[in-house]
Nanobody, 124 residues
Framework: QLVESGGGPVQAGGSLTLSCALS????????MAWFRQAPGNERDIVAA????????YYSDSVKGRFTISRDHTKNTVYLQLNSLKPEDTAVYYC???????????????????WGQGTQVTVSS
């Protein structure tokens, strides 16, 4: 089970840190990612990370502002959100695949485990 936390309201230019903890098994060896979905929009990739954090991916809209990382000792993946903009407002979802890989995945259908989502609301 994936459990996200850390969302909430924030003013434009502010920062948030989202956390995603996996219970029941280790996240080691498995690619993970963050997606987001705004009302009326599809669920889009935000960032992805391979099993050891050596490879990361960011969508163009967040590159340079967001950072994905993972801590195997805490069985947790993080998403640091900086310089937030109103257009970053969305429900953010953590995703994991239990297929071991040295690479990352960016398509939602490549992930089989999803968290419940955490709302991020950025006001101008």
């Amino acid at each position: 089970q994936l459990v996200e936390s850390g969302g909430g309201p924030v003013q434009a230019g502010g920062s948030l840190t989202l956390s995603c903890a996996l219970s029941g098994r280790t996240i080691t060896w498995f690619p993970m990612a963050w997606f987001r979905q705004a009302p009326g929009n599809e669920r889009d990739i935000v960032a992805a990370i391979n099993w050891n954090g050596g490879k990361t991916y960011y969508s163009d809209s967040v590159k340079g502002r967001f950072t994905i990382s993972r801590d195997h000792t805490k069985n947790t993946v993080y998403l640091q959100l900086n310089s937030l903009k109103p257009e970053d407002t969305a429900v953010y979802y953590c995703a994991a695949t239990m297929t071991p890989s040295t690479d990352y995945y960016i398509r939602s259908d490549e992930y089989s485990y999803w968290g419940q989502g955490t709302q991020v609301t950025v006001s101008s």
